[in-house]
């Protein structure tokens, strides 16, 4: 196991820079997730990490060692793909023990490792079949497999689950998870669905445009994101939001937004007539005869839920729905929220306002 330490961190591709001098620490065992939109540069910081692609400027150390120069192979790490990468002409064993094979390490050893992890994975009576004979779960179990018996200090997977389908995804979420409970090493995940990063993730480091907006356990993120773009992308379905002004009524402050007042509380530093943003998670919203009007465009029946899209002054708004009743498009509702249920954002720079 080891840490992993960033510092100012570039990348350009000719003169465009795609990274800009980022600085991360991930601590010894820990499960860190990097998770941002297509195009954020998540994918290209693991290559970095991982010495397939090259750096620009900055550090990267691996437990204490300056890794900038070293090949892949001398970086002690392993790295899982989102195209699993196994050779076809090869048994499921034959593919583990691939790199310990390049490494000439003693047959007996490589039998045990594979042996071990393939119990570890559950790949014990599968371990003379050839991929093709493979579901997708067990081909991406293989290619963890092959990761796992080299034993390193650092695994990294690069969006391992996108190519399964969304049940797939959930069991193999609580395998990785329960894998890296028992194995304890660091590990660097990459992954632009934020429910995965919430369910896995000790800390998780949201990017856009190359920069890092936060990080913090998913929790944090969820309780009190540091910007409107973090607290849009962490949650499902995606924060409500409102441009709103500030009232001030003796100690209490209110925001008025679309024709609503938001109860705020005395804790906040606000001027009368401030131009701010609110935001309102759909899971805590509860229907109100004095909130937000509007019109139900769509209703989504989850089962546990049912999820409304309230289209107010022109936007969408979605409210959740924990009870069973009836509602039907073209119907009429109001919706508001608890004040410690409202996060506030500056409207000019998106920073949280507390």
Do not use: W
Not at 266 to 272: G, I, M, R, V
């Amino acid at each position: 196991m080891a840490e992993v330490r960033v510092r100012s961190l570039r990348k350009s591709f000719g003169s465009t820079e795609v990274i800009h001098g980022l600085d991360l620490d991930i601590d010894d065992g820990e499960f860190v997730v990097l998770v941002g939109p297509s195009g954020c540069g998540k994918s290209t910081l693991l290559r970095m990490i991982a010495g397939l692609e090259g750096i620009s400027d900055g550090t990267i150390h691996i437990d204490e060692r300056l890794v900038n120069n070293l090949p892949p192979a001398e970086r002690d790490i392993a790295m899982v793909f989102q195209n699993y990468a196994l050779y076809p002409h090869k048994t499921v064993a034959a593919n583990m023990a691939f790199s310990l094979r390049m490494r000439k390490l003693d047959k007996a050893d490589i039998a045990d490792r594979v042996a071990r992890a393939a119990e570890v994975l559950g790949l014990t009576p599968y371990l003379q079949r050839y991929p093709r004979a493979l579901s997708g779960g067990q081909r991406q179990r293989v290619a963890m497999g092959r990761a796992i018996v080299r034993d390193p200090q650092v695994f990294l997977f690069d969006e391992p689950l996108s190519n399964l389908d969304a049940k797939l995804r959930i069991q193999m979420r609580a395998e990785i998870r329960e894998l890296h409970q028992r194995l304890a090493t660091t590990t660097v995940y990459v992954t632009h669905d934020q429910i995965e990063a919430m369910t896995m993730a000790d800390k998780i480091v949201v990017m856009q445009s190359g920069d890092i907006e936060q990080i913090g356990t998913p929790l944090d993120l969820y309780d009190r994101p540091a910007n409107l773009f973090v607290a849009g992308f962490i949650g499902a379905p995606s924060m409500n939001f409102f441009d709103a002004g500030i009232r001030l009524d003796g100690a209490r402050a209110i925001a008025v937004a679309n024709g609503a007042e938001f109860a705020l509380g005395s804790d906040y530093d606000l001027t009368d007539g401030q131009s701010v943003t609110i935001g309102i998670r759909p899971e805590n919203t509860r229907l109100s005869e004095k909130g937000v009007a509007g019109e139900i465009t769509v209703v989504e029946q989850t089962g546990a839920e049912i999820h409304l899209v309230v289209r107010s002054d022109g936007k969408d708004f979605v409210v959740v729905i924990r009870d069973r009743q009836d509602f039907a498009p073209g119907q009429r509702v109001a919706f508001s929220a608890a004040p410690d249920a409202i996060h506030l954002f500056d409207s000019a720079s998106g920073q949280r306002l507390d």
